[in-house]
């Protein structure tokens, strides 16, 4: 699919003289326009980016009975010059589609999904912030419009694109709340999909968690309930004696992009060691009152690196170092790659010039 078969019908009228892109919420503010394509038995349509609008759907559209729905979340930030960059972009591609696969929905095609995003950042470069204050976030979505009421994968499909300017997604560090009540997912489930249904599951903790205080929860295995996964935003990452320690992957976590990025830095750039392993969250505790807990952090497109002062609930009471010289250097070495102001070994930026 090449960029001519892109119909595009730019906004009369732009809103970005009405807002302050220094001083901006998170998901709160969205862009001039928007991609849509819809899909019916595997065919494409033909793609195009408008004016941002609201949609128009029959009642019975599948989606709103049994939530065939994936999306991807991903940004494109200001280098120091100017230019537009995205990245690692082709991960989130990669990953839609084994969401989609899981969900058993009809899959994207790389250049509809890449080309999409370019186009669509090109056009509405203008609503990205200063690279000090925050980014573009890119949110393409993926959900069933057949208007049928039978227990069945759809055979028709929307797909859109749309952007919205935010600032930092946590304005402070961290606390998680900690509970065995509430799971996030099950082995055999979908816990590893980017599927609109895991995060509709997971609002119950979150009310709990704000209502003790706290900004998420720190979700823990469905069998046990002893093993740490991961946080409603972010992947974990706890630094014990030196070493930096993560959930492996298994089905019921997300696979992060900024997760593999960090791991892969950490290893290859930063000479720290990783280990993708179960962690307790009695470890954890242990650790802490043994003193060797030194760090605590999440990793995700939305946070990046994003520091936990404190996990509290269910009998647990861990309070963290303010001095984070592991997570400090990480968010550098990101950042300097995602700003073009480092070179970039792995090809992950992608410069819009």
């Not at 001083?23 to 819809?38: A, C, E, K, Q, T």
Request: proline fraction near 7%.
């Amino acid at each position: 699919m090449t960029h001519s078969k892109f119909r595009i019908r730019p906004t009369a009228t732009s809103r970005l003289g009405e807002v302050d892109l220094s001083d901006i919420p998170f998901g709160r503010l969205y862009s001039d326009h928007m991609l849509s394509v819809d899909c019916s038995d595997g065919e494409w349509g033909v793609p195009e980016i408008g004016p941002f609008s609201n949609f128009s759907l029959h009642p019975a559209t599948s989606v709103f009975h049994y939530a065939q729905a994936i999306f991807e979340g991903m940004k494109a930030y200001r280098a120091d010059d100017g230019v537009p960059v995205l990245f690692r972009s082709r991960e989130n591609w990669r990953r839609m589609n084994r969401s989609a696969h899981r969900m058993v929905m009809t899959p994207v095609p790389e250049d509809l999904f890449l080309d999409g995003i370019r186009e669509l950042v090109r056009l509405d470069r203008g609503w990205i912030p200063d690279n000090a204050t925050g980014a573009l976030y890119i949110r393409p979505f993926l959900f069933a419009t057949d208007p049928y009421i039978g227990v069945h994968p759809s055979k028709d499909y929307k797909f859109c694109i749309f952007t919205a300017p935010v600032g930092p997604y946590y304005t402070k560090p961290v606390t998680l709340y900690v509970t065995r009540r509430w799971i996030r997912a099950a082995p055999g489930g979908i816990g590893e999909a980017k599927a609109a249904g895991n995060y509709s599951a997971s609002l119950y903790g979150m009310q709990e968690a704000e209502a003790h205080g706290c900004d998420q929860v720190l979700w823990l295995d469905a069998i046990e309930h002893r093993f740490i996964e991961e946080c409603g935003t972010m992947n974990m990452m706890f630094v014990i004696g030196g070493r930096v320690i993560t959930p492996p992957l298994g089905g019921t976590i997300l696979p992060g992009v900024t997760r593999d990025s960090a791991i892969r830095l950490f290893r290859e750039q930063l000479d720290v060691e990783v280990e993708e392993r179960p962690i307790s969250l009695e470890e954890v505790v242990a650790c802490h009152e043994e003193g060797t807990l030194e760090e605590c952090f999440g990793v995700g497109t939305a946070a990046i690196v994003s520091r936990v002062a404190r996990l509290t609930g269910d009998g647990v009471e861990v309070n963290l170092p303010e001095e984070c010289p592991l997570q400090d250097r990480l968010r550098d070495t990101i950042t300097d790659i995602r700003l073009c102001r480092a070179p970039d070994p792995y090809g992950w930026v992608e410069r819009l010039d």
